[in-house]
C-alpha cells in the first residue's frame, strides 16, 4: 500500500516537472500572440482598423465613413485630391486624360407650359484610354474588359434611379438637364413592379457618336462644383454587367477598375483588399507642400502605387481593443481619443515618453466640418427677424462658452468656429471673429435684457422665458453635452428643458419643424464654401439641410450669384457679405471645427491625412521587416512567473518527498491474536 502511494506521488512530481518544462520550453522558443497568420506581419501588407462593418460597397449609395474607406480604393473617380498639397486642396486627374472644361450656353426648358432659355454650362470630359475594369465572373472569360464613356454615363443614370436611392442625388437633379424627368420615369416603372429603364433620354448626359472616350454633361445652371463631383466615388465608372448579374448582392460584391479590389469580407470580422493587376498606372507624388520633403514625404517620390500588396481591414467596434493590438504593434495606424489619450500623450500635442520611446510619431488634422446650434427661424418666441428675437438670439449666444464644450468633451481638440466655413477651404479668415461668439456673460444679460426679458423674466406675464432644447444625446457623453447647454443658458435666466430622443425621431422632427433649439453638424462632401453657405440658403429648408428654415432674399440673392463664381477677389467679398447678413440675423450658434490626433507605427511612411479624400493608404510604404523585428521586441513573453513556478515546485517538493519516504519506510506492528 505504501509503495503504491510513493510511486504515485513520484509519477505525479514527474508529470508537473513535464509540464512546467515543456511551458518554459515553448516560452524559450517564444509565444505569438498575433492575430494574424504565422509571418503574416512580415509581409507587404497594411493593417487597418474599421469601427464597424461598412454599410454597403455600392459606390453610388455609400456615403459614411467606414464604406468609403473601403469603397474609394476599389471605384477611382475622374479626378481626385493631390496627396500632399494643401491650403488650398488640389484636384488631379485619375481616370481623366484631362482636366474638365465646361463653357457658358443657352439651354431651353419647359417651365410651366412655357418655353424658357436660361443660360447654363456644357462640361466635356475626356476619360484615359486605358481603362479596364478587374477581372469579375461578371465578364465573360471571367475577364475585365475596356472602360468607356458610356460606363460614365450608365453611373450617373444609376445616381437618378431612385431605386438606387443615391444621397447626394439633389446635387445634380436640378442643375443637370432632364434629370428629374428621368427620375420621375424610373419612379413610375417601380411603382408598377417593372425593372429601371435606362434607355430612356436624357439629355443632360451626352456620349461623342465620334469618342467612345468622351461624355458630356449639359447644366440648365452654372455650377463649377461638378468638378468636385467628379472627384467622388458616386461618379465612377460602374459596369452594367455587375449590377445585373449580382442585383441587390452588387453592394458586397464590388467590381471596380480602382488600385486595390475585394479578396474576402468576413462581416464583422475582416476585409482584405489586394492589388487590382488591371488597374491604370499610378505614381507617388513629386511635389508637396513646403515642408513636405523635409517630413520625409517624398522619399517615394515617383514611385508606381500601390506602395503595399494588400490592405487588412479588421473591423473592430470596441476602440479599446483596438487601442490594444496598435500598442503590441498589429495596427499600422491607431486615433487619439479619450480611451487612450492619457496613455498616448503626456499633454495637448505632446507624445507621452512611452510612445516616443517606440518611436511612434503623431500627427493633427483639422476637419473640414462645423458643428452648430439652429434656432428654428418659425418658432413664435426665437425665431423671426425683428430686432427682439435677434438679441434674444444674440444674447444666448453670447452665453455660451464653446471653449468649454471643447475642453470638456474633446479633450481640447478642436477649433471655436467663428462662422461655417473651415479652416482650408476659400473664404475662411483666420482673423475674423465674431461679435456673438465671444463669450461675455454681462453683455449677455444686457442684450437680453434690451430683447425685453430681464433676468429672464417677460415682464408683462411674469413668467421665465422657456428653450425646449431637442437633442439625440441619450448616451452619457450625449447627456454629458446637455448639461452642460442647461448649465450655460440658464445663466442667463432662461429655463432650458431638454428633450432627448434617439436619433431618427430626432431627425424626423427636425425635418418636421418640431424643435426651438437643436445641436447639429455638417461635413464637407467637398471643399468648396459653397458646401456649408448652402446651409442657410432659403430654398434648402428642411427637410432639406437647412434645418433651421432660415430665408433672407438677401442672403439668398448673394448666395445664388457666388455658387456660379469661381475662386477670387470677388467671390471672397461677396462670401463675406453673406457671413455679415448671417451673423446679425443670428440663425445658428457655431460650435467648432473638429480636430484630431492620429498616432504612426514607425514603420509606416507617407502619412498625410486629407480632410476629403479617403484613399490616401495606397500611398502609404510600409517597412515589414522593421515591424516584424518591433512586434517581436514588444510581445516578447515574460517568463519569470514560469521560473518563478519551476522553481517554488522544486524547493516545495523536497519535504514533501522526505515525508512520503518516511511513511513509507514505517514498519507496522501486527498485535497476535489474544488467547481466549
Same mark, same amino acid.
Given at each position: 500500500?505504501?509503495?503504491?502511494?510513493?510511486?504515485?506521488?513520484?509519477?505525479?512530481?514527474?508529470?508537473? =516537472?513535464?509540464?512546467?518544462?515543456?511551458?518554459?520550453?515553448?516560452?524559450?522558443?517564444?509565444?505569438? /500572440?498575433?492575430?494574424?497568420?504565422?509571418?503574416?506581419?512580415?509581409?507587404?501588407?497594411?493593417?487597418?482598423?474599421?469601427?464597424?462593418?461598412?454599410?454597403?460597397?455600392?459606390?453610388?449609395?455609400?456615403?459614411?465613413?467606414?464604406?468609403?474607406?473601403?469603397?474609394?480604393?476599389?471605384?477611382?473617380?475622374?479626378?481626385?485630391?493631390?496627396?500632399?498639397?494643401?491650403?488650398?486642396?488640389?484636384?488631379?486627374?485619375?481616370?481623366?486624360?484631362?482636366?474638365?472644361?465646361?463653357?457658358?450656353?443657352?439651354?431651353?426648358?419647359?417651365?410651366?407650359?412655357?418655353?424658357?432659355?436660361?443660360?447654363?454650362?456644357?462640361?466635356?470630359?475626356?476619360?484615359?484610354?486605358?481603362?479596364?475594369?478587374?477581372?469579375?465572373?461578371?465578364?465573360?472569360?471571367?475577364?475585365?474588359?475596356?472602360?468607356?464613356?458610356?460606363?460614365?454615363?450608365?453611373?450617373?443614370?444609376?445616381?437618378?434611379?431612385?431605386?438606387?436611392?443615391?444621397?447626394?442625388? /439633389?446635387?445634380?437633379?436640378? @442643375?443637370?438637364?432632364?434629370?428629374?424627368?428621368?427620375?420621375?420615369? %424610373?419612379?413610375?416603372?417601380? @411603382?408598377?413592379?417593372?425593372?429601371?429603364?435606362?434607355?430612356?433620354?436624357?439629355?443632360?448626359?451626352?456620349?461623342?457618336?465620334? #469618342?467612345?472616350?468622351?461624355?458630356?454633361?449639359?447644366?440648365?445652371?452654372?455650377?463649377?462644383?461638378?468638378?468636385?463631383?467628379?472627384?467622388?466615388?458616386?461618379?465612377?465608372?460602374?459596369?452594367?454587367?455587375?449590377?445585373?448579374?449580382?442585383?441587390?448582392?452588387?453592394?458586397?460584391?464590388?467590381?471596380?477598375?480602382?488600385?486595390?479590389?475585394?479578396?474576402?469580407?468576413?462581416?464583422?470580422?475582416?476585409?482584405?483588399?489586394?492589388?487590382?493587376?488591371?488597374?491604370?498606372?499610378?505614381?507617388?507624388?513629386?511635389?508637396?507642400?513646403?515642408?513636405?520633403?523635409?517630413?520625409?514625404?517624398?522619399? #517615394?517620390?515617383?514611385?508606381?502605387?500601390?506602395?503595399?500588396?494588400?490592405?487588412?481591414?479588421?473591423?473592430?467596434?470596441?476602440?479599446?481593443?483596438?487601442?490594444?493590438?496598435? +500598442?503590441?504593434?498589429?495596427?499600422?495606424?491607431?486615433? *487619439?481619443? %479619450?480611451?487612450?489619450?492619457?496613455?498616448?500623450?503626456?499633454?495637448?500635442? %505632446?507624445?507621452?515618453?512611452?510612445?516616443?520611446?517606440?518611436?511612434?510619431?503623431?500627427?493633427?488634422?483639422?476637419?473640414?466640418?462645423?458643428?452648430?446650434?439652429?434656432?428654428?427661424?418659425?418658432?413664435?418666441?426665437?425665431?423671426?427677424?425683428?430686432?427682439?428675437?435677434?438679441?434674444?438670439?444674440?444674447?444666448?449666444?453670447?452665453?455660451?462658452?464653446?471653449?468649454?464644450?471643447?475642453?470638456?468633451?474633446?479633450?481640447?481638440?478642436?477649433?471655436?468656429?467663428?462662422?461655417?466655413?473651415?479652416?482650408?477651404?476659400?473664404?475662411?479668415?483666420?482673423?475674423?471673429?465674431?461679435?456673438?461668439?465671444?463669450?461675455?456673460?454681462?453683455?449677455?444679460?444686457?442684450?437680453?435684457?434690451?430683447?425685453?426679458?430681464?433676468?429672464?423674466?417677460?415682464?408683462?406675464?411674469?413668467?421665465?422665458?422657456?428653450?425646449?432644447?431637442?437633442?439625440?444625446?441619450?448616451?452619457?457623453?450625449?447627456?454629458? +453635452?446637455?448639461?452642460?447647454?442647461?448649465?450655460?443658458?440658464?445663466?442667463?435666466?432662461?429655463?432650458?428643458?431638454?428633450?432627448? =430622443?434617439?436619433?431618427?425621431?430626432?431627425?424626423?422632427?427636425?425635418?418636421?419643424?418640431?424643435?426651438?433649439?437643436?445641436?447639429?453638424? =455638417?461635413?464637407?462632401?467637398?471643399?468648396?464654401?459653397? /458646401?456649408?453657405?448652402?446651409?442657410?440658403?432659403?430654398?434648402?429648408?428642411?427637410?432639406?439641410?437647412?434645418?433651421?428654415?432660415?430665408?433672407?432674399?438677401?442672403?439668398?440673392?448673394?448666395?445664388? @450669384?457666388?455658387?456660379?463664381?469661381?475662386?477670387?477677389?470677388?467671390?471672397?467679398?461677396?462670401?463675406? +457679405?453673406?457671413?455679415?447678413?448671417?451673423?446679425?440675423?443670428?440663425?445658428?450658434?457655431?460650435?467648432?471645427?473638429?480636430?484630431?490626433?492620429?498616432?504612426?507605427?514607425?514603420?509606416?511612411?507617407?502619412? @498625410?491625412?486629407?480632410?476629403?479624400?479617403?484613399?490616401?493608404?495606397?500611398?502609404?510604404? *510600409?517597412?515589414?521587416?522593421?515591424?516584424?523585428?518591433?512586434?517581436?521586441? =514588444?510581445?516578447?513573453? /515574460?517568463?519569470?512567473?514560469?521560473?518563478?513556478?519551476?522553481?517554488?515546485?522544486?524547493?516545495?517538493?523536497?519535504?514533501?518527498?522526505?515525508?512520503?519516504?518516511?511513511?513509507?519506510?514505517?514498519?507496522?506492528?501486527?498485535?497476535?491474536?489474544?488467547?481466549?
Amino acid at each position: 500500500m505504501q509503495s503504491v502511494t510513493l510511486a504515485a506521488f513520484r509519477r505525479l512530481t514527474a508529470l508537473l =516537472w513535464g509540464l512546467s518544462l515543456l511551458g518554459l520550453g515553448l516560452g524559450l522558443v517564444g509565444c505569438d /500572440n498575433s492575430p494574424y497568420p504565422p509571418g503574416e506581419t512580415g509581409k507587404s501588407i497594411l493593417y487597418l482598423a474599421l469601427g464597424d462593418d461598412p454599410k454597403t460597397l455600392d459606390p453610388s449609395v455609400a456615403y459614411d465613413v467606414a464604406s468609403g474607406e473601403v469603397v474609394n480604393l476599389i471605384y477611382p473617380a475622374y479626378l481626385e485630391y493631390d496627396h500632399l498639397k494643401r491650403n488650398p486642396l488640389q484636384l488631379d486627374l485619375d481616370l481623366g486624360a484631362t482636366m474638365p472644361v465646361y463653357q457658358t450656353v443657352p439651354v431651353q426648358e419647359m417651365v410651366d407650359g412655357k418655353r424658357v432659355t436660361r443660360m447654363g454650362q456644357l462640361w466635356t470630359f475626356h476619360i484615359r484610354h486605358d481603362l479596364r475594369f478587374q477581372d469579375d465572373p461578371c465578364f465573360p472569360g471571367g475577364k475585365g474588359r475596356p472602360i468607356t464613356a458610356a460606363d460614365f454615363v450608365f453611373s450617373f443614370k444609376r445616381i437618378a434611379d431612385p431605386g438606387v436611392n443615391c444621397p447626394i442625388v /439633389n446635387y445634380l437633379d436640378d @442643375k443637370v438637364v432632364g434629370m428629374r424627368d428621368f427620375e420621375n420615369y %424610373q419612379m413610375q416603372r417601380e @411603382k408598377r413592379g417593372l425593372p429601371p429603364d435606362y434607355s430612356y433620354p436624357l439629355p443632360g448626359l451626352q456620349l461623342d457618336p465620334h #469618342d467612345p472616350y468622351t461624355f458630356r454633361i449639359l447644366l440648365d445652371q452654372p455650377y463649377p462644383q461638378l468638378r468636385y463631383l467628379m472627384a467622388m466615388s458616386f461618379t465612377t465608372p460602374i459596369p452594367h454587367e455587375a449590377v445585373e448579374k449580382y442585383g441587390k448582392n452588387f453592394a458586397r460584391h464590388p467590381v471596380g477598375c480602382g488600385t486595390f479590389m475585394l479578396k474576402e469580407y468576413v462581416p464583422k470580422d475582416r476585409i482584405v483588399l489586394v492589388v487590382n493587376p488591371n488597374r491604370h498606372p499610378e505614381y507617388y507624388p513629386s511635389e508637396g507642400d513646403p515642408g513636405d520633403r523635409a517630413a520625409g514625404l517624398l522619399a #517615394d517620390a515617383g514611385k508606381q502605387l500601390p506602395l503595399v500588396k494588400e490592405i487588412r481591414f479588421s473591423i473592430i467596434k470596441e476602440p479599446l481593443t483596438a487601442w490594444n493590438l496598435f +500598442q503590441q504593434g498589429y495596427l499600422d495606424l491607431s486615433g *487619439v481619443s %479619450q480611451i487612450n489619450f492619457q496613455q498616448a500623450l503626456s499633454s495637448p500635442g %505632446q507624445l507621452s515618453p512611452e510612445m516616443r520611446a517606440r518611436g511612434i510619431r503623431l500627427f493633427k488634422t483639422t476637419g473640414a466640418d462645423v458643428s452648430y446650434f439652429i434656432f428654428n427661424m418659425d418658432d413664435p418666441v426665437y425665431g423671426g427677424y425683428t430686432r427682439r428675437a435677434k438679441l434674444l438670439r444674440h444674447a444666448i449666444a453670447l452665453a455660451m462658452n464653446q471653449q468649454e464644450f471643447i475642453d470638456l468633451l474633446s479633450v481640447g481638440l478642436g477649433k471655436p468656429a467663428q462662422f461655417l466655413i473651415p479652416p482650408g477651404l476659400f473664404g475662411y479668415d483666420p482673423n475674423y471673429k465674431n461679435p456673438y461668439q465671444q463669450h461675455n456673460l454681462e453683455l449677455a444679460k444686457k442684450l437680453l435684457a434690451e430683447a425685453g426679458y430681464p433676468g429672464g423674466v417677460d415682464p408683462k406675464t411674469g413668467q421665465r422665458l422657456v428653450l425646449y432644447y431637442d437633442n439625440s444625446g441619450v448616451d452619457a457623453e450625449g447627456r454629458l +453635452q446637455t448639461a452642460l447647454v442647461i448649465k450655460q443658458i440658464q445663466k442667463l435666466g432662461i429655463e432650458v428643458v431638454p428633450r432627448s =430622443w434617439r436619433f431618427p425621431i430626432f431627425q424626423s422632427r427636425v425635418d418636421q419643424g418640431q424643435f426651438q433649439f437643436i445641436y447639429f453638424g =455638417w461635413v464637407a462632401d467637398y471643399p468648396d464654401p459653397e /458646401n456649408f453657405l448652402l446651409l442657410l440658403y432659403g430654398p434648402n429648408r428642411r427637410p432639406g439641410p437647412n434645418a433651421a428654415g432660415y430665408n433672407n432674399p438677401a442672403y439668398n440673392a448673394l448666395f445664388t @450669384k457666388m455658387r456660379a463664381m469661381e475662386d477670387g477677389p470677388e467671390r471672397a467679398e461677396i462670401i463675406q +457679405q453673406m457671413r455679415n447678413i448671417a451673423v446679425e440675423d443670428g440663425p445658428m450658434i457655431y460650435g467648432a471645427h473638429s480636430e484630431s490626433y492620429g498616432l504612426v507605427q514607425p514603420w509606416l511612411h507617407n502619412v @498625410k491625412p486629407n480632410p476629403i479624400a479617403l484613399d490616401s493608404p495606397k500611398y502609404y510604404a *510600409v517597412d515589414a521587416g522593421e515591424r516584424l523585428r518591433l512586434q517581436r521586441e =514588444w510581445n516578447r513573453p /515574460n517568463l519569470w512567473p514560469l521560473v518563478g513556478f519551476v522553481v517554488f515546485l522544486t524547493v516545495g517538493s523536497l519535504p514533501a518527498v522526505q515525508v512520503v519516504r518516511q511513511r513509507s519506510r514505517r514498519h507496522v506492528r501486527v498485535r497476535p491474536p489474544e488467547e481466549s
